[in-house]
């Protein structure tokens, strides 16, 4: 195998660590938005359990004060049957009594299946609530754990980039620079093997000459196709 070859086997390994490294960088903020939205979820459903809890409350608060609004009502009515001696107008004291009674009976029946939801409830806030915290630890947990991965593939970034110039030494500029131009344009591929006459990276078939010329090692064959380097597995 050429030198130049190895040494350009060399330097893509670690060019491909180093792009996966900044691949997962790059990951990073799509993977805290995702927690972020999962303790919002959890979140959202306390808050709703504890919305649902307040409104029954004040609903029911509003249906006492109804009812004794409406109590009250009654006994005054019926204080003005006993002043009155006139059939009619008891008649129509009578028939506002049994109004206010009939809606006295609504508001309680009302407010009985909202003391059925409220009781009801409670399971479910309080699966809620514990729901929540262990979302929340959960995420806690997670965003701990990002923030050390983050660090760690800072750290790892760096120090790939910082000995990446003891890895080209030696190579030809041009040589560098073609590399250079196929590992971005190629997803990181730009040295590949040609084996069974086809070429690894775009699985095309190559032709007789240029398998030959590879088995020669005397120079650098690019893929017709692709135009990858093609070298031999040893």
Same mark, same amino acid.
């Given at each position: 195998?050429?030198?130049?070859?190895?040494?350009?086997?060399?330097?893509?390994?670690?060019?491909?660590?180093?792009?996966?490294?900044?691949?997962?960088?790059?990951?990073?903020?799509?993977?805290?938005?995702?927690?972020?939205?999962?303790?919002?979820? !959890?979140?959202?459903?306390?808050? &709703?359990?504890?919305?649902? /809890?307040?409104?029954?409350?004040? =609903?029911? #608060? @509003?249906? $006492?004060?109804?009812?004794?609004?409406?109590?009250?009502?009654?006994?005054?009515?019926?204080?003005?049957?006993?002043?009155?001696?006139?059939?009619?107008?008891?008649?129509?004291?009578?028939?506002?009594?049994?109004?206010?009674?009939?809606?006295?009976?609504?508001?309680?029946?009302?407010?009985?299946?909202?003391?059925?939801? !409220?009781?009801?409830?409670?399971? &479910?806030?309080?699966?809620? /609530?514990?729901?929540?915290?262990? =979302?929340? #630890? @959960?995420? $806690?947990?997670?965003?701990?754990?990002?923030?050390?991965?983050?660090?760690?593939?800072?750290?790892?970034?760096?120090?790939?980039?910082?000995?990446?110039?003891?890895?080209?030494?030696?190579?030809?500029?041009?040589?560098?620079?073609?590399?250079?131009?196929?590992?971005?344009?190629?997803?990181?591929?730009?040295?590949?093997?040609?084996?069974?006459?086809?070429?690894?990276?775009?699985?095309? /078939?190559?032709?007789?000459?240029?398998?030959?010329?590879?088995?020669?090692?005397?120079?650098?064959?690019?893929?017709?196709?692709?135009?990858?380097?093609?070298?031999?597995?040893?």
């Amino acid at each position: 195998m050429l030198p130049s070859i190895e040494k350009l086997l060399t330097l893509q390994d670690r060019d491909q660590k180093l792009r996966a490294t900044l691949t997962e960088i790059a990951a990073l903020p799509a993977e805290k938005a995702a927690r972020d939205r999962e303790l919002k979820a !959890a979140d959202d459903r306390l808050e &709703a359990a504890r919305t649902r /809890q307040r409104e029954i409350e004040v =609903e029911r #608060k @509003k249906l $006492e004060v109804e009812v004794k609004s409406k109590q009250d009502q009654i006994s005054r009515y019926k204080n003005q049957q006993l002043e009155t001696r006139k059939n009619e107008e008891f008649s129509a004291l009578r028939h506002e009594i049994e109004m206010a009674e009939k809606v006295i009976v609504e508001l309680e029946d009302r407010e009985l299946v909202l003391m059925e939801e !409220a009781e009801a409830l409670k399971p &479910a806030l309080q699966q809620a /609530q514990e729901a929540h915290v262990a =979302e929340k #630890k @959960k995420v $806690e947990s997670h965003m701990a754990s990002l923030i050390t991965r983050r660090e760690n593939l800072d750290a790892r970034q760096k120090e790939f980039e910082a000995t990446r110039s003891s890895f080209i030494d030696g190579i030809d500029e041009d040589l560098l620079d073609r590399y250079n131009r196929l590992f971005k344009s190629k997803n990181g591929v730009a040295l590949v093997t040609v084996e069974h006459g086809v070429c690894s990276g775009c699985n095309m /078939q190559v032709n007789m000459q240029t398998i030959l010329e590879v088995r020669a090692e005397k120079e650098i064959i690019g893929c017709p196709q692709c135009g990858r380097i093609l070298f031999e597995p040893q």
